[in-house]
């Protein structure tokens, strides 16, 4: 149980454009995911819990404008990257808990590896 | 201070051996401690969570947490080439997984 699919696994688009990331809890239910980010070599960083209906919570730093996070239904959340830009090049990872937001350890999809030029 | 520490290694052991990987963390009202392995390139997969204060044995992998001190770990015994990762110490705070930056693991044949 608790697996988490995340598309497209890489991803390269030129700069100015948007990128989709989807994620897809496909066995459980999930109220609440998180949208990590991690940069060669540094450790994940949380960008924003996705709420199942409502808007989502962004991290101190994270621009919600360019970060559209939307979570519509109880099995998928979607990223999209803005107008992105070559320092958004970044290793996008998702996430959700059986239990919720609270003391249920997270299970992450496989990630997306997005590159703009 | 971060909110999680974790040396960052690279920490290298002989196959066979006993690897110790450490983290300490901030919050004291934080209840809740992962362990997560991550090979390059891939995503973080879930090796052990503990809640209490003491030993958790799961396999070859034993999680020690010190609520009083802070401190979490995690021994891998019996270490294989295949154990070669970083592993990256996670705490809940708040609804939250806060990660340390990860230590980087290398067992060697």
């Known amino acids: 149980g608790a697996v988490v699919s995340q598309h497209p696994s890489w991803v390269i688009c030129k700069s100015g454009t948007s990128v989709k990331i989807e994620c897809r809890s496909l066995?459980?239910?999930?109220?609440?995911m998180f949208w990590y980010r991690q940069f060669p070599k540094q450790s994940l960083m949380l960008m924003a819990t996705?709420?199942?209906?409502?808007?989502?919570?962004?991290e101190q730093g994270v621009e919600k404008d360019k970060f559209l996070i939307n979570h519509a239904s109880l099995t998928l959340s979607t990223l999209t990257v803005t107008s992105a830009h070559p320092e958004d090049s970044s290793f996008y990872i998702c996430?959700?808990?059986?239990?919720?937001?609270?003391?249920?350890?997270?299970?992450f999809g496989n990630g997306t590896r997005l590159t703009v030029t | 201070q971060k909110e999680v520490e974790q040396n960052s290694g690279p920490l290298s052991v002989p196959e066979g051996a006993i690897a110790s990987l450490n983290c300490t963390y901030s919050?004291?009202?934080?209840?809740?401690f992962f362990w997560y392995r991550q090979y390059s390139g891939k995503s973080p997969e879930l090796i052990m969570s503990?809640?209490?204060?003491g030993d958790k044995e799961d396999g070859r992998f034993t999680a020690q947490l010190n609520k009083a001190s802070q401190y979490v770990s995690l021994l891998i015994r019996d270490s294989q080439p295949s154990d070669s990762a970083t592993y990256l110490c996670?705490?809940?705070?708040?609804?939250?997984?806060?990660f340390g930056q990860g230590t980087e693991l290398s067992v060697k044949p």
């Open positions: 996705s709420n199942e209906g409502s808007k989502a919570t962004y």
């Open positions: 996430s959700a808990s059986l239990g919720g937001a609270g003391n249920s350890p997270l299970h």
């Open positions: 919050d004291r009202g934080s209840q809740s």
């Open positions: 066995d459980f239910q999930a109220t609440t």
């Open positions: 503990i809640y209490s204060n």
């Open positions: 996670a705490v809940n705070k708040e609804g939250k997984l806060i």
